[in-house]
């Protein structure tokens, strides 16, 4: 594999309060090719965070600090917020949960990817309406004429999220962040946005943070996974290796899930071992 | 306890029988069928599921069963009685409701200790104090919890509140709309070994809505597939597991659930 997308090394992120202080991720070292990398841990583990620490998108309370924080090359810490702001979208972009809150109530669909478009590249509105027309049928989007003119509320919850994937795939980004894409769709409408996303991905040759907490989904999904629990990442193991992990935690998520393939009369509830809050990545499995 | 699930009993009366029930919403042209002529029965003990996509009508059926929208067609019938349209009190001392997020289903300022005196207290029971600290220690809190807000709680503890509430008056028949569906998986694994001991233990029926395959199979003997506001198929769990459908619509969901295969 060629030199890693972003590399991220020994990366925290604080939260200064008055009387006392919340370390939300605690040096975390990681790095993204192109590749598909998931992202598990439960609520509160700290991989949203994670997510949008990479586009500085964290909130005015929180500090940032890493040993080394690059995106191409690129050093994102030092990086100002007007560079920031060629990035965020350009070469980096990112997909939220639901479609209905980030897309824009008042403006049409088609006007939205547009200027997605256009405030990254100097092109004329007619072109950018033929490349928008075009994405959207890259997004399996039936009658993109039709779909152009509509208002976010005239749109389904999986037709939405297609078009966030429209948007935000536009610029031709090299690494798209993914925060939960999927959770707030239906199952079936769940696999169409996800083989669009692949399909995309892969033949754009992106990196994908898919962040998520389906640990199945992930494993089906990505290529690699990491694991995180209380701002630490548990884990980094290969996706196809994960039903064969070896730390205790993502064994305890794992079997705490019911599975269709096997039944069983009691689900095992997780039990936290403190030493896990300060203990080594657990790096597993063949590296590629 | 034992190891096995019980059995419906054949000789006593269904706990709930559905039949041809319909939920229409607004008319003329903006007629919407949400729940189009579905019927199911429940055995005493039994646990049911109902599973589909969102808008398919299952949460519509549940709230029309707890007497949340009176304004349906067909009957109710709950052990053999007709219930009426608009529930009685009995009614809601022998059903209760469970909801989906345990976030915005407690008064956020009440104490645990009075969310779960009023129900008593409207249905006249005897004890309180003592059936408080029993059934907070059936869901697995312990009395201590009695002086809580719910800001105080996290979300697997406000659900054993939620359940504690439905269960204090000795309800045989627990609706439970997606119990799980807003908890982490550790949490939701919590819950629904909970759920499974309480059923064992008290001899409760429950019925079940979720859109998660997995989580209906585990607690659920029988199921049925909804789309479009119509039962499209029941399915007993092993069905289910072994992936053996009927209708494509069931079997395109049964393949979605478990897990990304890209479409060829």
């Known amino acids: ?288 | 306890m034992s190891a096995v699930d019980p059995a419906p009993a054949a000789n006593r009366p269904a706990a709930l029988t559905v039949s041809h029930l319909s939920v229409v919403f607004g008319r003329g042209r903006s007629m919407l069928k949400a729940v189009d002529d579905v019927s199911f029965t429940l055995g005493h003990g039994e646990a049911f599921g109902l599973i589909g996509e969102s808008g398919c009508g299952k949460s519509t059926v549940l709230r029309a069963l707890a007497g949340l929208n009176s304004e349906y067609g067909g009957t109710i019938s709950f052990q053999d009685r007709e219930v009426p349209h608009k529930r009685d009190k009995a009614f809601f001392r022998r059903v209760q409701m469970v909801f989906q997020d345990p976030y915005s289903s407690l008064h956020p300022r009440k104490m645990v200790q009075n969310v779960l005196a009023e129900p008593l207290k409207i249905h006249g029971f005897d004890r309180p104090q003592e059936r408080i600290d029993e059934i907070l220690t059936a869901v697995g809190l312990g009395p201590s919890f009695r002086y809580r807000f719910p800001h105080e709680l996290s979300g697997g503890q406000r659900q054993r509140v939620a359940i504690a509430r439905a269960l204090i008056i000795e309800p045989e028949l627990l609706l439970l709309d997606e119990p799980t569906s807003a908890l982490d998986v550790s949490v939701q694994a919590e819950i629904l070994n909970l759920l499974k001991q309480l059923r064992r233990d008290r001899d409760l029926t429950y019925l079940m809505v979720s859109h998660d395959l997995a989580v209906v199979t585990h607690l659920c003997e029988r199921v049925a597939m909804m789309s479009e506001g119509r039962i499209l198929e029941e399915m007993s769990a092993a069905d289910v597991r072994a992936g053996r459908a009927h209708e494509p619509y069931t079997r395109e969901f049964l393949e979605a659930s478990v897990g990304y295969r890209p479409i060829a």
């Open chain 1, 1 to 288: 594999m060629d030199k890693p997308l972003l590399e991220v090394e020994d990366l925290s992120v604080t939260f200064k309060g008055a009387h006392r202080s919340v370390q939300a991720v605690r040096g975390i070292s990681f790095s993204v090719g192109r590749e598909k990398v998931g992202i598990v841990g439960e609520s509160g583990s700290g991989k949203s965070l994670t997510g949008r620490t990479i586009l500085k998108l964290t909130p005015k309370a929180a500090t940032i600090s890493a040993r080394k924080l690059s995106f191409d090359g690129i050093d994102l810490l030092a990086a100002s917020e007007r560079q920031m702001r060629s990035i965020r979208g350009n070469r980096i972009s990112m997909i939220l949960q639901d479609p209905k809150f980030s897309l824009n109530p008042l403006m049409r669909v088609g006007e939205q990817i547009t200027e997605a478009y256009r405030l990254h590249h100097k092109v004329g509105g007619k072109e950018a309406e033929a490349k928008a027309l075009a994405m959207l049928e890259a997004v399996k989007i039936r009658d993109p004429a039709r779909v152009f003119k509509l208002f976010p509320h005239e749109v389904s919850g999986g037709m939405g999220q297609r078009i966030m994937i429209a948007m935000m795939l536009i610029p031709e980004p090299d690494l798209i962040i993914a925060d939960e894409p999927t959770s707030a769709l239906d199952v079936t409408i769940r696999r169409q946005v996800l083989s669009i996303l692949d399909e995309l991905v892969t033949r754009r040759g992106a990196g994908l943070i898919f962040i998520s907490h389906d640990l199945n989904l992930v494993a089906d999904f990505c290529d690699r996974v990491l694991v995180m629990y209380a701002g630490r990442i548990m884990e980094d193991i290969p996706a196809r290796e994960l039903h064969n992990a070896r730390h205790p935690y993502t064994r305890a998520l794992l079997d705490s899930l019911p599975r269709l393939d096997r039944q069983a009369d009691m689900l095992q509830v997780p039990s936290r071992d403190p030493a896990w809050l300060d203990g080594p990545t657990l790096q597993s499995g063949s590296r590629t």
